[in-house]
């Protein structure tokens, strides 16, 4: 229990620049106090302790404003940075080394049964608003940029963009060199290569090619 929860204090530190201590993490970043109670509830759901799991749930939910249901499976090392807003729904699975930001939702479309939320692979870093609805995967070192609703699965070394999200590759780049703001603009992509396609035609009718 103290190596898992040293190492949910760690990996904020070493992920947020504005963090100054393990001690000032520990006691005031609601990410952790969020995940922390978390693991609490989750270990009561799971041996059929189901009130007391939902009633750890929603203190955390009133003390930091961030709501997990009990049941959800949550990898090593989650940084919930900010937080406010985020809910992650009952059937998510989160792997591990995963950054979340604030007004996150992992929710479903209603429409399923069974498994209706998402299962976001490892290393994977979310966006500040976006939304990500349905039983898909986010495949490992992925990013979903702010404000992406996502409502298919992603291949892993991907970068979601957009309403609704639409994949660019991005293989070769690590996850840590990726921010929130340093994304491709998948209407600039769309808009050069119709471009390049309307100089090769230009090119055919002039008899060049």
Known sequence: MFSRLKEDIMCVKNRDPAARSWFE?????????AVRLHRKANWCYRRKLFFIARWISQRAVRKTGIE????????RRFFIDHGTGVVIGETTVIGDDVTIYQGVTLGGTGKDTGKRHPTIGNRVMIGAGAKILGPFK??????????????????????????????????????????????????ELEIEDLRKRVENLEKLCEGKV
């Open 68 to 75: 997990i249901h009990p049941a959800a499976r949550i990898g």
């Open 25 to 33: 993490v520990w006691l005031l970043y609601p990410g952790v106090k």
């Open 138 to 187: 986010v495949g490992d070192d992925s990013r979903i940029a702010a404000g992406a609703v996502v409502l298919n699965e992603i291949p892993p070394n991907s970068t979601a963009v957009g309403v609704p999200a639409k994949v660019v590759r991005r293989f070769g780049m690590k996850v840590e060199d990726l921010n929130q703001v340093d994304v491709p603009d998948p209407v």
